[in-house]
Every structure is written in structure tokens, then in C-alpha cells.
């Protein structure tokens, strides 16, 4: 019997999925057919099938347990990307939502602001006022999204509404307007309407537009309607990351609606409506622990993967409990005695599967030491009662008491039930046969219990370390989306208010000078809507020339006089990116913290890589070094990814160099 049970574990490894059961099955009934002539009926056959059966799955099982854990672990990494994507999406809609429209929002008030600062000087310092308010906010907004901890005000966009179609004159009328929402709907809402006023700038040629603001019984309407003359134009609120599809994504979590269409008299309509009684604390956004993995490489993450062990588990330990009912059958006599014993072995059997082997119910102490108890109470009272070595299961007791004591005294007690089983058979006059029987069948069954359930909780940890790896991985991504927020972004923004602030200094006495300055604080912020959309699409590639030309306008304007000599030729992409950085980083830092008047920027090429070197005069003591901080430790780190390394030291005469070292590949060998 136990080849044929060796036999039926093996086809269930080797065979496909519906054969192997049916090879399993058949070897175990092969058994009871064999084997009917030698046992005593009628439960010797069902016995000598179960048995067969029941050892095939425990092979089949314990040998499953390496495939099984490796399977997790591939799925484990595979959720790990899966939910880095999905945080990526999320955070290129708030980079969209909260950046892009802001942005493009302060481009619209400065092209206005440059054209009326000769003309119009009053009005010009009027709209510079509103551009700082504006830029101030993104710098705001970015910090916010890089730390995740964004809300939006449904007041503050009214306002910022009514301030930028007043620029692009387009005449605002506001209805209802009441703001006094549930912080998730006002969220939304807010989003809504910044991302409908960028719609009407963008995509439409209107004259008017009314916004509409209130409750229709317990529901929250928020409603933008504009007169667009470019009917085919008024309906591409863009699909994809951002506009109509990102919206209608985050009001479908609190539970809302949006419509979005182009109406008969030539208006188009975009409307939302929300249930006033949508939970707090949704805010229309994607918490990524809530995630929900997407299919990834053309396949999807089954459940039934996960509950198989358990399952497995749950079979073989039921069929000892099975065991236990063909032995009380075959020895127990009269209808008292045998609904006794069947009321002992159903205890033990909701104890072992519905707490040592459940991987969902809290193992403390104090809890396992009761139920281990009661498990021996159960098992051994029977025994002794009715002075039968065969009732109950004692395996279990034996393997419980592995996985609930430690092992100092753990081992002891294993051994203790299984010799005190061994025994009991002696005591009661069984063949020696029968005392090694009940000696080793006790060990097998626990060893079996105790593999078995550590299989199970196995699988749980495996389950339960992968999202804690998901998490960790979507934490590693968002903090370098804040990175490349503060790189690409944050500094333009900072850029954008200094020559803000000067502009509207200088617009009084000086327009001609305020105008130069709006035409370049113009420039950064349009190249700072491009880097919120490379973040957003996850592409940043930059140059170390189009960066440098940047440099020495910045430096210029600030009345330091720029040299800049570059020889590196072609780059990888990778190589020009961190220098790039660099390079706007040791720029940043020459404005910030040194009174220099000169500033040397050079590249060069070596035969172990490339280097540049921003050398500058004017640093004290104090200041000119390098600030340490996020933007300096995202760049060393960077450089360090490539193999390179960033310097900074001071010179003789208040000079101060950074430099940055990155080495190149080998190249390949040429073809013949």
C-alpha cells in the first residue's frame, strides 16, 4: 500500500491538471480493490483507499512546497511592478491635475503681462501680482504632490477661475457657488473645475463661460458651460493620463457621475454630480494600498493559487478525522459510546483546521496553550475511556504541540505523545507489531501536521511580505517622482518668482528692463510646463547644451559673467541627464549661496569618462559650498548609479569648484 501511495503522489506531480486527479483516484481505488480480499469488511476498503489517497496528497503537497513559495515570490515582484505602475499613473494625474493647469495658467498671464508692461505698466504690475500668487501656489503644489499630501480647495479655484478667464477675457458667471461640501466631493469638484477652466483656455475659443456650484437634494452639482465656437474642438478634453478619463476615474470613487457634452445651441457642458453621503476620507484619489493588480505580461494572479495550499491542508488533515470515523465504525460498540467518540474527533477537528491551521486567526499564546489543551482533552479522553489506543487521532496533538511550544520543550513533548501511545497499545495487551504501529504512525501524522501548517503560514507570511515589498517599492518610486519634481520643476518655479519679484520692482522705472525679464521668466515657465509633462510621462530627457544655453541667461541676468567651454561630444542619454542636473544644480547654487561675478563652466572628456567643472568666485566662509539637502543627495546618488562621483572643494581667492565625474562605456567593437 504505501508504493501505490507513493504512486498516486507521484501522478499528481508529473501529470497534467485533469489527468493527474483521475491517475490519483484510480490508484487509490486500484488499492481498495487489491486489497479487499486481506481486510476485515466493511471499512477495511474505505480505509485502505482513504489512506492510499491521503498519503498520495501528503506527497504531493510537501513536495509542491518549494514550487509553491517560488510561485509567490515571482508573483510578489510581479505585484511590486504592477503596483509602481499604477502609483506612476496616479501621480502623473496629480502632476497633471495640481501642476499643468496651474502652469499653464501663469504662461497665459505672462504672454498678457509681457504684452501690457510698456503700454499698460499699472495693469502690467496688476497681472504680475496674480502671476507670483499663481507660481507661489504650483511651487506649493508641487512640494504637495511630491509628498503625497494634496488637497484642493474649491475656493481657491473659484477665484483663480475668475482671475485667469478675466485675462483671457472671457467673461465668468458664477452660480450658487457653494463651497461647503464633504471634503472628498469638494476635492474632486476642485479638480473638476481647474481642469475644465484649462479645457475652456485651451481647447476653446470662448466669450463666456458660467459656473455653477450647489446641491439638487442629496446630491453636490458642480456644472461649467461655455459658449465654444469650434464645436469638434470643445469635446477634446484629452484621454488617457490626464482630462476627461482621469476625471471620470476620480468620481467614480466617491461614488459620482460626469457628463461631457456638446449641447444644441453650440455650449458645451461638463457636469459632475456626487452623493452628499460619500464616506470621509476619499478624496477622489488612488490610495495605492487599495490598489488591485492589472494584468502584467499577458496573465492574470489567480486566487486559487494562493488558497490551494490551504486547501491542500485542509483535506489531508480532514482525512485523518476520516480515519478516526472508520476506527470508531470498526471497534466501538452501541450508540452512547460511538456519538461520544464521533463528538471527540469533530472537536478535534474544528480546533486543527479552524485554528492551528487557519493562517487568518491571530496565534497568541495564551490562546494556543487553550486550544492545544483542549485538542489532548479531546483525544486522549476517548482513549482512556474506552480503553481503545485506536480512536482519535494523536498525530494531531503531537504536531500542535510542535507548532505551539518552543523547541526546548516542544521536541520532549512530541516524543512524549508518541511513546505514551506506543504505551498505551502495550498496556493494553497489543501485538509488539502494534506498539511500533501506534509509536510511528503517531510521529509520521504529527511531522505531517506539523510540515503541513508551516506550509500554510508559509504561504500567509509569502502573501502578506509581498504587498509589504509592493509598498516599499511604490514608497522608493514616489520619492523619486519628488526628486524629479524638485530638479525639474522646483527650481523653475523658484526662477519664475525671483524674476516675478524683479519684474514688478523694475515696472514702474524701468519697463524696458521688466519687459526683458518677463520675455525670459516667460521661457522658464513654458520649459517648466515641459518638464511637469516629461515627470507626468515619466520621460526627462534633457541636454547638457540646451541646459547650459539656460545657465548662461540665468547667470547673465543675475550679473555674473558666464564662460562656458564644452568638448564631451556625444553622450549616452543617461550620462547627459545627471550632468545636466548637475549642471542646473552648481548654477542654482552659484546664485544662491555666493556673491560671485564670474563663473567657468566646462566639460571635457578623459580616457576614463567625462567631467564637469563649475568653478566660482565670491565664496565666503559660509557660504558658496554646496548646500546639502534632497537635490545634492539625489545627484550623488545618481552619479553613483553610473559608476561616477561628485566633488566640491574651496580654492585659494574664495574660488569654488563642484565637480562631477562619470565614467563611459567601453565601446563595442566595430563591424568588419
Not at 20 to 39: E, K, N, Q, T
Not at 245 to 263: C, F, P, S, V
Request: hydrophobic residues 45%; proline residues 6%.
Amino acid at each position: 500500500m504505501s508504493l501505490q501511495a507513493f504512486s498516486a503522489g507521484n501522478a499528481l506531480l508529473v501529470l497534467p491538471a485533469v489527468p493527474r486527479w483521475i491517475a490519483w483516484a484510480v490508484i487509490a481505488l486500484s488499492v481498495g480493490v487489491i486489497g479487499a480480499p486481506y481486510v476485515d469488511p466493511p471499512y477495511g476498503v474505505p480505509y485502505l483507499i482513504l489512506i492510499t489517497g491521503q498519503t498520495g496528497l501528503i506527497v504531493y503537497g510537501l513536495s509542491k512546497l518549494r514550487s509553491v513559495v517560488s510561485t509567490l515570490h515571482d508573483m510578489r515582484s510581479e505585484l511590486a511592478r504592477v503596483s509602481v505602475a499604477e502609483d506612476r499613473l496616479r501621480f502623473a494625474r496629480d502632476v497633471h491635475d495640481l501642476l499643468g493647469s496651474g502652469l499653464s495658467a501663469l504662461v497665459l498671464k505672462s504672454e498678457l503681462a509681457h504684452r501690457l508692461i510698456v503700454p499698460n505698466p499699472a495693469r502690467a504690475a496688476r497681472e504680475l501680482a496674480e502671476i507670483l500668487d499663481i507660481g507661489r501656489r504650483a511651487l506649493a503644489d508641487a512640494r504637495s504632490v511630491a509628498a503625497g499630501g494634496h488637497r484642493l480647495r474649491l475656493a481657491e479655484e473659484l477665484e483663480s477661475a475668475r482671475s485667469i478667464l478675466a485675462a483671457a477675457e472671457v467673461e465668468l458667471s458664477l452660480r450658487g457657488a457653494d463651497t461647503r461640501l464633504p471634503e472628498p466631493i469638494e476635492t474632486v469638484f476642485a479638480t473638476i473645475l481647474r481642469e475644465g477652466i484649462t479645457n475652456v483656455l485651451r481647447h476653446g475659443a470662448a466669450r463666456r463661460c458660467s459656473v455653477t456650484i450647489g446641491r439638487d437634494g442629496a446630491t453636490a452639482v458642480l456644472e461649467i458651460v461655455n459658449d465654444c465656437s469650434a464645436p469638434s474642438r470643445g469635446l477634446d478634453l484629452p484621454l488617457g493620463g490626464s482630462g476627461l478619463a482621469n476625471l471620470t476615474r476620480r468620481i467614480d470613487r466617491i461614488g459620482g457621475t460626469l457628463i461631457a457634452r456638446l449641447r444644441p445651441d453650440g455650449t458645451f457642458l461638463l457636469r459632475a454630480e456626487a452623493p452628499l453621503d460619500t464616506p470621509e476620507g476619499g478624496d477622489g484619489a488612488e490610495p495605492v494600498k487599495t490598489a488591485r493588480p492589472a494584468p502584467a505580461s499577458g496573465r492574470r494572479f489567480r486566487d486559487e493559487r494562493l488558497r490551494f495550499p490551504e486547501l491542500l491542508v485542509w483535506t489531508t488533515l480532514g482525512g485523518y478525522s476520516l480515519i478516526g470515523v472508520l476506527w470508531v465504525l470498526s471497534t466501538v460498540k452501541g450508540a452512547g459510546p460511538m456519538a461520544f467518540a464521533f463528538a471527540c474527533i469533530g472537536g478535534v477537528a474544528l480546533i486543527q483546521l479552524g485554528y492551528f491551521a487557519n493562517p487568518r486567526v491571530g496565534k497568541r499564546p495564551a490562546r494556543s496553550y487553550g486550544a492545544l489543551l483542549a485538542l489532548a482533552a479531546l483525544t486522549f479522553t476517548p482513549i482512556v475511556v474506552m480503553q481503545n489506543p485506536h480512536l482519535g487521532t494523536p498525530g494531531l496533538v503531537a504536531g500542535s504541540i510542535l507548532l505551539t511550544l518552543r523547541p526546548a520543550v516542544a521536541v520532549p513533548g512530541f516524543l512524549a505523545v508518541a511513546l505514551g501511545i506506543a504505551g498505551v497499545h502495550a498496556a493494553l495487551g497489543s501485538a509488539p507489531l502494534y506498539v511500533a504501529y501506534g509509536a510511528v504512525s503517531t510521529a509520521m501524522t504529527g511531522l505531517v501536521t506539523f510540515g503541513m501548517v508551516r506550509l500554510i503560514a508559509l504561504v500567509a507570511s509569502t502573501h502578506a511580505a509581498r504587498r509589504e515589498l509592493a509598498d516599499l517599492a511604490v514608497m522608493e518610486q514616489r520619492l523619486q517622482f519628488g526628486q524629479q519634481l524638485q530638479e525639474l520643476v522646483g527650481r523653475s518655479l523658484s526662477n519664475v518668482i525671483a524674476r516675478g519679484e524683479l519684474a514688478m520692482r523694475l515696472c514702474a522705472d524701468e519697463p524696458e528692463r521688466a519687459r526683458a525679464e518677463l520675455g525670459e521668466l516667460l521661457r522658464v515657465a513654458r520649459q517648466a510646463l515641459t518638464d511637469v509633462r516629461k515627470v507626468a510621462s515619466g520621460h526627462r530627457d534633457i541636454t547638457l547644451d540646451s541646459e547650459s544655453s539656460s545657465v548662461r541667461s540665468v547667470l547673465t541676468a543675475a550679473g555674473i559673467d558666464p564662460c562656458i567651454s564644452l568638448a564631451h561630444g556625444r553622450l549616452p542619454q543617461p550620462v547627459q541627464n545627471v550632468l545636466a542636473m548637475v549642471l542646473r544644480e552648481g548654477a542654482t547654487n552659484v546664485l544662491r549661496h555666493s556673491e560671485a561675478t564670474r563663473c567657468a563652466i566646462t566639460t571635457r572628456r578623459t580616457a576614463e569618462g567625462v567631467i564637469l567643472c563649475i568653478v566660482n568666485d565670491g565664496a565666503s566662509a559660509t557660504g558658496g559650498t554646496l548646500a546639502e539637502g534632497g537635490g545634492v543627495d539625489s545627484l550623488r546618488s545618481r552619479l553613483t548609479e553610473l559608476g561616477g562621483s561628485l566633488e566640491a572643494e574651496h580654492g585659494r581667492d574664495g574660488l569654488f569648484m563642484l565637480r562631477a565625474h562619470v565614467p563611459l562605456p567601453e565601446p563595442g567593437p566595430q563591424p568588419g
